[in-house]
């Protein structure tokens, strides 16, 4: 079954930079709408970033637009998020999610995503 690995994220100071990655391992569609969204308890999930790896079409957040760059990865179906000028708004848990639809821009504001990641820990202090 399809599985979802994220990588990168940590503990990072005010004004650093961090990248995520992740990758969709028997994934059997040519192209991913692959996203990322955030967490923080209490809050509604956020939706930060995605990317459509077939075309490389993004789709950002408010809150990433200016800040994070999402980009294809080598390896098919997978992608990274670069994040720069972090703050303590920031922190929260990241997960990666992808589906089959080309569209991300229709499927992320109501996070419609068949696939999801365990999720990583970001943290700005």
């Known amino acids: 079954h399809v599985q979802l690995v994220e990588s990168g994220g940590g503990s990072v100071q005010a004004g650093g930079s961090l990248v995520l990655s992740c990758a969709a391992s028997a994934y059997a569609y040519s192209g991913a709408c692959m996203a990322w969204f955030r967490e923080v308890p209490g809050k509604a999930r956020e939706a930060v970033a995605a990317?459509?790896?077939?075309?490389?079409?993004?789709y950002y957040g408010d809150s990433a637009k200016g800040r994070f760059t999402i980009s294809r990865g080598s390896a098919e179906n997978s992608m990274s998020l670069q994040m720069h000028s972090l703050n303590p708004d920031d922190t929260a848990m990241y997960f990666c999610a992808a589906d089959s639809f080309h569209r991300c821009d229709l499927i992320m504001p109501k996070a419609a995503f068949t696939y999801w990641g365990q999720g990583t820990q970001v943290t700005v202090s």
């Open positions: 990317i459509y790896t077939g075309t490389g079409a993004t």
